[in-house]
T-cell receptor, first 116, second 116 residues
Framework: AQSVTQPDIHITVSEGASLELRCNYS??????LFWYVQSPGQGLQLLLK??????LVQGIKGFEAEFKRSQSSFNLRKPSVHWSDAAEYFC??????????????FGTGTQLKVEL | GAVVSQHPSRVICKSGTSVKIECRSL??????MFWYRQFPKQSLMLMAT?????????EQGVEKDKFLINHASLTLSTLTVTSAHPEDSSFYIC????????????FGQGTRLTVV
């Protein structure tokens, strides 16, 4: 069955340190891949997405992600974390729907804490 | 950017009553809208996919008579939680996809439902 795995439930980093959040997917083909961020009690904001082409994608707020087909991974990175980056991060894949279109399947999320 | 507005952001209702949640795409037409449910500190679980003018497609295990979804126009979908019970208390989030077929979906800010 198709799945999205975020192995790290919680991550704590110091402000200014680098960050990498892991995401692995299980799917027969290359799906569309997304990273979203959610602040407490809020909806989701898209950070970046990968459809095809260059495997290193740049997003908003200084985030980037690299698609690695051989590892079925789409890890999110940021060179220097800011305190305002503390939030919940979700990796998602868009899988095709029967009859056309597609739907998002989310990983379990990674809670990021930033120490000042 | 595309904006999806969800209303209300918070609602408290008595057990046995019904609650309607609205999801509107403000600056684009959405042929497809999605409804998710999120339990505390958990990921988003897709409840149903709705296409404008047709019946919603519910995910396995979601009671369609309990969670009524209407997508009467290209800019509005509603989720009605009928005969609500405390176990229906949750965070409900909608998302909408642009009718031009872009894979990216835009999320509302969510609705916190508390049934007392």
């Amino acid at each position: 069955a198709q799945s999205v795995t975020q192995p790290d439930i919680h991550i704590t980093v110091s402000e200014g340190a680098s960050l990498e959040l892991r995401c692995n997917y299980s799917y027969g083909a290359t799906p569309y891949l997304f990273w979203y961020v959610q602040s407490p009690g809020q909806g989701l904001q898209l950070l970046l997405k990968y459809f095809s082409g260059d495997t290193l994608v740049q997003g908003i707020k200084g985030f980037e992600a690299e698609f690695k087909r051989s590892q079925s991974s789409f890890n999110l990175r940021k060179p220097s974390v800011h305190w305002s980056d503390a939030a919940e991060y979700f990796c998602a894949v868009a899988l095709p729907l029967t009859g056309g279109g597609n739907k998002l399947t989310f990983g379990t999320g990674t809670q990021l804490k930033v120490e000042l | 950017g595309a904006v999806v507005s969800q209303h209300p952001s918070r609602v408290i209702c008595k057990s046995g009553t019904s609650v309607k949640i609205e999801c509107r795409s403000l600056d684009f037409q959405a042929t497809t809208m999605f409804w998710y449910r999120q339990f505390p500190k958990q990921s988003l679980m897709l409840m149903a996919t709705s296409n404008e003018g047709s019946k919603a497609t519910y995910e396995q295990g979601v009671e369609k008579d309990k969670f009524l979804i209407n997508h009467a126009s290209l800019t509005l979908s509603t989720l009605t939680v009928t005969s609500a019970h405390p176990e229906d208390s949750s965070f409900y989030i909608c998302s909408a996809r642009d009718h031009r077929g872009y894979t990216e979906a835009f999320f509302g800010q969510g609705t916190r439902l508390t049934v007392v």
